[in-house]
């Protein structure tokens, strides 16, 4: 057996492998003398069939029978022999099949780069540090008390902070798209839940209104068919709801599992100490990013396409299953594989790095 190897764009190889006459011939013979000891043919006895009978009936299954077992064994022992690492599957393409001779066939796959870290600029990476005061624990207490604050109708004008329910309806060009409507939905202004534009016409707004405006979606929305689309959104506005604050009471710590917390003392205690671990955590993640990226910089090496891509589509099912969705049933510009590829080409780069050490 032989091979030859040749290098093509980037990372890409090309194996072109020579499997001997001799290696054919004893797979085909075993395969055949297999099938005419249990071969029941009419006007020959069981195992009495000639060969050439044989051939004639069972020649071509055994024959690719036979071709995919030898391009099975020879394949890795002539990436062995060749000290090839790959990263892709082959493309199997069989060059010559004719029994007579040698067989060959070509396969072409990415490789591993060879890749020797360089640490010299890791000292450049930035350590961070998050400072915390009173200020930020206020803040913090304030959006705990909205996040479990109770709403109330009220007989006015839509502002900063109520909660509104509406329906309403999407068009582009006169027609309807997927997600375009809704009935009784709750939706509080100024929390930029909606697309830019939608909130804001419906400040000043009261129950029993019935309007319509247009607004654009984001450039960079992630579904790319409604990116930059004028939207016209007919609205009826049902009602207007004012928000009311949680009390800061042993309710309220109940509600969080704050057990032993019995005072707002204690309780600005404990989020303090939530807090204190929560930017814990937050200063080693950004640090750790700071390292890769400088880890990056130092080294830049090209990539198997073939594992960035599988990559990019496993952080594509990823965030399509924490909206409930899967690649299978979602559309194809719902979070596109190729808007993962940046960051699926680092973290392939990471991995190739971290494995050296």
């Known amino acids: 057996m032989a091979s030859k190897l040749k290098k093509l764009k980037d990372l890409e190889r090309k194996l072109t492998v020579s499997v001997p006459v001799e290696d054919y011939d004893s797979k085909y013979s075993a395969k055949l003398a297999k099938i005419k000891s249990s071969a029941k043919l009419d006007g020959f006895r069981k195992g009495n069939v000639p060969d050439d009978v044989l051939k004639q009936r069972y020649g071509d299954s055994i024959h690719y029978e036979v071709l995919n077992e030898l391009i099975q064994e020879s ?38 780069p060879d890749v020797k870290p360089k640490l010299s600029r890791w000292t450049s990476y930035e350590k961070t540090e ?12 304030d959006d705990i008390s909205e996040r479990y604050c109770h709403w109330d109708k009220v007989e006015r004008a839509a502002q900063d902070k109520d909660q509104v329910i509406i329906d309403f309806e999407g068009k582009i060009d006169g027609e309807g798209f997927e997600g375009n409507e809704s009935k009784d939905f709750k939706l509080i202004l100024g929390s930029k839940s909606m697309i830019p534009g939608f909130e804001d016409n419906l400040m000043n707004k009261s129950a029993g209104d019935t309007f319509s405006f247009k607004t654009n979606f984001p450039e960079d929305y992630f579904k790319k068919d409604l990116a930059n689309k004028e939207t016209e959104f007919f609205i009826t ?17 109940d509600t969080l599992a704050m057990e032993g917390i019995e005072d707002e003392a204690g309780f600005r205690d404990e989020i303090l100490k939530r807090m204190k671990g929560e930017i814990e955590q937050q200063e080693k993640s950004i640090t ?8 990056l910089k130092s ?17 594509r099912k990823d965030s399509l299953m924490r909206m409930g969705q899967t690649p299978e049933t979602a559309d194809d510009d ?24």
Do not use: G
């Open 75 to 112: 394949y890795p022992k002539e990436l062995q022999a060749q000290d090839l690492k790959p990263a892709s599957s082959p493309a199997i393409d069989i060059l010559d099949e004719d029994a007579s001779k040698p067989i060959s066939y070509s396969a072409v796959f990415e490789v591993f």
């Open 130 to 141: 998050i400072t915390l005061d009173d200020a930020d624990i206020d803040l913090a207490i």
């Open 237 to 253: 506005l049902h009602e207007v709801q004012e928000m009311h604050k949680a009390k800061i009471d042993k309710e309220l710590f």
């Open 288 to 295: 750790k990013e700071s390292l890769y990226e400088t880890l």
């Open 299 to 315: 080294n830049d090496f090209k990539v198997p396409q073939s594992t960035v891509d599988e990559q990019a589509n496993s952080m």
């Open 334 to 357: 719902l979070f596109p594989a190729e808007d993962f590829k940046e960051n699926a080409e680092k973290r392939v780069r990471l991995d190739l790095c971290f494995q050296l050490y």
